[in-house]
């Protein structure tokens, strides 16, 4: 597609309950970028990929958080046990590894966990 | 990645020059510097992006000073769609690593009419 594509874009779910978030990159891109933006907050890395590299998971807060890259394409980031603090807007982001390097933003996949 | 110093917010009249100050004064020889916005309730959305040579797009314009040291984001003719926050980020887009951004807190604009 023309930009990274992120679904669902709203998402509210019961505490305790378990959520999956996809993101489409842009084709050909081969890095992988999650984030999370708390309301009224900045933006928070949580995880990245780079083709078959081990990917980065530096930044997910608590080991209810986890993600997938299958094919080197689509990922999923998994929320298990969702808690109150997990509502934020997730962001997937994708790139070339090359010269500039410039990294591309989805809208965001909303989630409310109530 | 190089640490950034921006103002906080800044207000510009719509249809005038938006300059927006960027400091990276501990930037090394090999980090770009990137401009994002964020628009509110959008995701960050690319602006441009250059290593020491002045860069145009139909957005913005990129200066950054002859020792790097910073940089200013010029936006020829605000509009009220402007209105977001600015982020500067220094980074190394090496070619096998992931050289995540790391956002600071950005400068929110507001043009105002």
């Known amino acids: 597609g023309a930009g990274v594509s992120q679904s669902p874009s709203n998402k509210v779910t019961e505490k305790g309950k378990d959520v999956e978030l996809r993101c489409d990159p842009i084709s050909g891109h081969t890095a992988l970028y999650w984030y999370r933006q708390s309301l009224g907050q900045g933006l928070e890395f949580l995880i990245y990929?780079?083709?078959?590299?081990?990917?980065?998971k530096s930044g997910l807060p608590s080991d209810r958080f986890s993600a997938e890259r299958t094919g080197g394409s689509v990922s999923t980031l998994t929320i298990q046990r969702t808690q109150q603090e997990d509502s934020a807007v997730y962001l997937c982001?994708?790139?070339?590894?090359?010269?500039?390097?410039?990294?591309?933003f989805g809208e965001g996949s909303w989630l409310t966990v109530v | 990645d190089a640490k950034t110093t921006q103002p906080p917010s800044m207000d510009c009249a719509e249809g005038r020059a938006a300059n927006l100050p960027c400091n990276h004064s501990?930037?090394?020889?090999?980090?770009?510097v990137y401009w994002y916005r964020q628009i509110h309730s959008q995701g960050p959305q690319y602006i441009i992006h250059?290593?020491?040579n002045n860069e145009t797009n139909e957005m913005a314009s990129l200066i950054i000073t002859e020792d790097r040291k910073s940089s200013t984001l010029i936006l020829p003719h605000a509009t009220l769609r402007d209105t977001a926050v600015y982020y500067c980020?220094?980074?190394?887009?090496?070619?096998?690593?992931?050289?995540?951004?790391?956002f600071g807190g950005g400068t929110r604009v507001l043009v105002k009419p």
């Open positions: 980020i220094v980074r190394v887009p090496l070619k096998a690593a992931g050289n995540k951004l790391t």
């Open positions: 501990t930037i090394s020889g090999n980090e770009y």
């Open positions: 250059g290593l020491k």
């Open positions: 982001a994708s790139s070339l590894i090359g010269r500039g390097n410039t990294i591309y």
């Open positions: 990929f780079q083709g078959n590299s081990a990917p980065d």
